[in-house]
Structures are given as structure tokens and as C-alpha cells.
């Protein structure tokens, strides 16, 4: 695998369905995580291994529990995916790949723009009309520029299928 089909290049387009995988990042991120607690565990066992007990070492089940919960919960996070379904003409959300959160017709779909986030990073953001929070949904996973080439590839394959979609839902 690669870095860009990890992170960056997470959908799957057929006549049916586009279903986008947004937060591939948190991939590499629970990875080094993982790696991390690893060396760290191995560093405090090599300091301690002549006073280490097993009392010793059940009273740190709390900070082992904790810091595998962390990586469960990153990785179930990861499956977080968005659905267009275009016979049902309806986007939704769903959270861990499991729980439906947010549902937009494609009638009220105002518009899909790229926005500059805190990083300044761009996503993409599904914007809904008659909303009075003007509340959004993110799409894609953060590009450097608009016209990078993970973001060029995303306009060329999942925004040109989305566009359809709600072209024909227009009509």
C-alpha cells in the first residue's frame, strides 16, 4: 500500500453508490502511536528489569487499557465513511462504518466546495441548504493546495460522480 491509497485516495465509485473514506490519516497516526507505546513499554521495562514484579506489572493494567482503547477507537474512527446513494438520493454519514449521523436529500445538498481549514489545509465540505448552523460535512482528507495532485485526482473521479448524481437529481 501506498501513502496516497491510505491516506488520501479512500473511495469506491459505482452507478450506485460513492462511498468516501475521509479520515485515512488517522491510519498512520494510531500506526505510529502503536509504535510508540511499544518502545515506550519496552524502555520502562528495560530500566526496571531487576525490580520488576508481576505486582508491578498489574498495577499498570490502567495504562495499558488506556492506551489500547486509543487505538481501537482511532482505528474503528478510520471506517467513518460517506455515502452518496443515488436511488435513495441521499448522503449520510456513517460513524465507525456502523451508525447513521447525518442524512442530506440530494435536493438540499447547497453545494460541495474545497475550504481552507485551521492547518491550511484544504477539504472538501458538503454544505446544506435551510440549515441555520449553515452545518457541513467533511468529504475528503486534507490537501496541501487545490490543485495537488491527490486533490486534482479527487476532482477528476469522486466530484465528477457526485456532480452527476445531483445533476440527475435535479431533473
Known sequence: MTYSSIVQRRWKITPEKVIIYPYGVLYLISASLAVTRSVWFAFIGYLSKDTLTIDDVLDLWPLYFIFTSVLVLL?????????????????????FGLIKTTQIRFDQVQA???VMNVRA???YRVFAKNRPD???????????TEQSLHAVRFQQHV???LQQFLKLAKQ
Not at 76 to 95: E, N, S, W
Not at 134 to 144: A, C, G, K, M, Q
Request: hydrophobic share 55%; net charge positive; no cysteine.
Open 159 to 161: 466530484l465528477a460522480a
Open 121 to 123: 489545509a484544504y477539504q
Open 112 to 114: 460541495i466546495v474545497p
Open 75 to 95: 482505528w474503528v474512527f478510520v471506517r467513518t465513511a460517506i455515502i452518496f446513494d443515488r436511488p435513495a438520493q441521499m448522503m449520510y454519514k456513517k460513524l
Open 134 to 144: 449553515n452545518t457541513f460535512t467533511i468529504i475528503s482528507s486534507p490537501y496541501l
